[in-house]
Nanobody, 118 residues
């Protein structure tokens, strides 16, 4: 599975961005699609996850501001980011987890830069 992120940009605090993650295969069969981010000098952290059975979870730091959605017809997952803060500045990565394989398989995109200015 190849994942390609897009939509990263420079935005002012309080603004919005929508990131996209396009997959090379149907995402309906991908058990969990997630967004991670990594700020300079920090570890990569989970932003949120969307299971193909419908469950969606978010990190406390983005809850109420970020929303993950899936478009199965386009094989694309989105991360809508509102009320952006300077601390949201990071490289954002798309991640896919397929648990029907044994062992499970994971895939990463190349990342897209989000910079929030104060």
């Amino acid at each position: 599975v190849q994942l390609v992120e897009s939509g990263g940009d420079l935005v002012e605090a309080g603004g919005s961005l929508r990131l996209s993650c396009s997959a090379s295969r149907s995402i309906a069969g991908i058990n969990v699609m997630s967004w991670y981010r990594q700020a300079p000098g920090k570890q990569r952290e989970l932003v949120g996850s969307s299971a193909n059975v419908g469950n969606t979870n978010y990190a406390d730091s983005v809850k109420g501001r970020f929303t993950i959605s899936r478009d199965n017809a386009k094989n694309t997952v989105y991360l809508q980011m509102n009320s952006l803060k300077p601390e949201d500045t990071a490289v954002y990565y798309c991640h896919a987890l397929i648990t029907t394989y044994i062992p499970s398989r994971t895939y990463w995109g190349q990342g897209t830069q989000v910079t929030v200015s104060s």
